[in-house]
């Protein structure tokens, strides 16, 4: 199992979208794949499967629910929470909005979702998190679990931001918790093809480079396809099949799974 958390302290650069997409191209590559939602706002879940599709969500896992008389109460097992997807092999864990009180839980369960994902996670052959923007317990408990981190960005300066601060929070993980984590590099995400970079845009991905170490050749453009693939439940590569936007996301997976030295393709158990 290898966990990758998707993070950015910047939002608006696409991270949910590259969570769900990437996630569901290797899925339907043949690997077994398990994505955790631990961002409150539950867009990635919402984008997935119906609020009636589920009755437990991380919050459940995380936190410790209040106990009637004092009596201590221990939260669900991570199992409890997991629910199918429309895409074969690719399960969630969904989030909602009372994961925001993760913020107020004590210290000691940041290292939980690192423990039920040992416990519970080793079906899968990846597991994705769809981490929140804001530095805090939840982003934490992420990068805590995680063995990569992977940095969605725009191709500007703005969209840059938020790296030095993210880099920041993972050298303080990797030296107090999680020595084994590593940066899988960066993807430029949402990028406008009829833009030139600016002098100053080139300057900032040079700097995204410079601190993550690694940015894929594949550039995510910012097409109207993928955008609307959240609506039918599917995944853009299914959505839109023939668009140029599929093959820019099967060519970051090929990417990815080679940087992970993972095949392209998992192949079938012979029997």
Request: one cysteine or more; a negative charge.
């Amino acid at each position: 199992m290898i966990t990758i958390a998707i993070a950015n302290q910047k939002g608006g650069v696409g991270k949910t979208t590259l969570t769900r997409e990437l996630s569901a191209c290797c899925a339907l590559r043949g690997y077994q794949v398990l994505v955790v939602d631990c961002d409150p706002q539950g867009n990635l879940t919402s984008s997935w499967v119906d609020a009636d599709v589920y009755e437990a969500t991380l919050s459940h896992v995380l936190i410790e629910p209040e106990s009637p008389a004092g009596i201590k109460m221990e939260p669900l097992p991570l199992d409890d929470a997991i629910v199918e997807s429309p895409v074969v092999g690719l399960d969630l864990v969904p989030a909602d909005i009372r994961l925001a009180r993760f913020e107020m839980q004590p210290d000691y369960l940041t290292h939980r979702l690192r423990n039920q994902l040992k416990d519970h996670g080793r079906a899968y052959d990846l597991v994705f998190v769809d981490c929140p923007p804001q530095l805090g317990k939840l982003l934490t408990a992420a990068l805590y679990a995680a063995d990569f981190v992977l940095v969605p960005c725009a191709a500007d300066a703005m969209g840059l931001q938020g790296l030095s601060d993210l880099a920041y929070t993972i050298e303080q993980v990797r030296k107090n918790v999680n020595s084994d984590l590593q940066m899988l590099g960066a993807v430029i995400n949402l990028y406008k093809p009829q833009r030139n970079l600016s002098a100053e845009s080139r300057g900032a991905v040079e700097q995204a480079i410079e601190l993550v170490g690694h940015v894929f050749d594949t550039n995510l453009h910012d097409y109207s396809k993928v955008a609307e693939a959240p609506s039918q439940k599917l995944p853009a590569v299914l959505y839109a099949k023939t668009h140029r936007a599929a093959d820019q996301l099967w060519s970051l997976t090929d990417e990815v799974l080679d940087r992970l030295q993972m095949s392209r393709q998992k192949l079938s158990a012979v029997n």
